[in-house]
């Protein structure tokens, strides 16, 4: 069947061949005359069934009466309606393939100018996470920095703190040992002066070492006076120095959490 077939096909081939040849001979000449009529009626034949339609079977024989002719004829008029159907519903088709190429086309710039937009906003939020990298870098460098500040000014202050209750224990300690030396000073000026009866030469050796011991004694109460000035000032000036060193290591912890803060709004 399929040899038959093969067969069918490559003679129809050959016949079309044949009468393209003959057409470019004679160009203006017609497919179908009274010379060719069955000739040509066969080729239609082949033709109409290999698009489907019914076949156009006639014999040259069956061409010479009325009837036949007019068989033939309505046959001619029944396949040209169906070949106008055909071609209505191939326009019809090409015209929704039409439709649809143009939406598909529609559909795909749009897509490629989504893919667009879609890679121009990843390449602004990749600028931005880059940023914003960059940016968390350098704050978290600024915090150790300020952490390793923040320790060295604790231990600095601890340092102060302790030097500052060493000066006062010192200036506590020196106190007492004014007030110790005035009692003692005054001891010995009460007794110098309660046991001995002033008299002639004995009484002015007496008397200028009593002076002497006294300007000795105010001489050592004005030098531990001045001491004790001098040991407050120093106090005083570790209280500045270790208060400016807690409003650094306020403010270095005021910058830390808003560093935390800036993180979070990241």
Sequence with gaps: MATE??????VRNLRMLLAQNQNQELEESEFCTTNNLENALSTLSEELESLGLESLTTSNNELHSIESLQTAFIKLVNMSWGLVNKQRTLMLSQSQLNDMHHK??????NL???????????????HLLSESQERERRLRVQLDELSRNLK??????LKLRKQLQSKDSQHMHEMRRIQQNGHKLREQLQKSVGTYVPKD???QDMQAEHEKQVLLYQQTIRNLEENN???????????????LYAEGIQLHVESSNIWKDEKLNI
């Design 201 to 203: 030469k004995a009484w």
């Design 229 to 243: 000035q001098l040991m407050l000032q120093e106090a005083n000036d570790l209280r500045d120095e270790l208060s």
């Design 104 to 109: 598909t086309s529609n559909d795909n710039a």
């Design 5 to 10: 077939l093969s067969i069918a096909g490559s």
């Design 112 to 126: 490629m100018n989504r893919v667009k937009r879609l890679k121009e906003d990843l390449e602004r939020k990749q």
């Design 152 to 157: 060295r000014e604790k231990e600095e202050t």
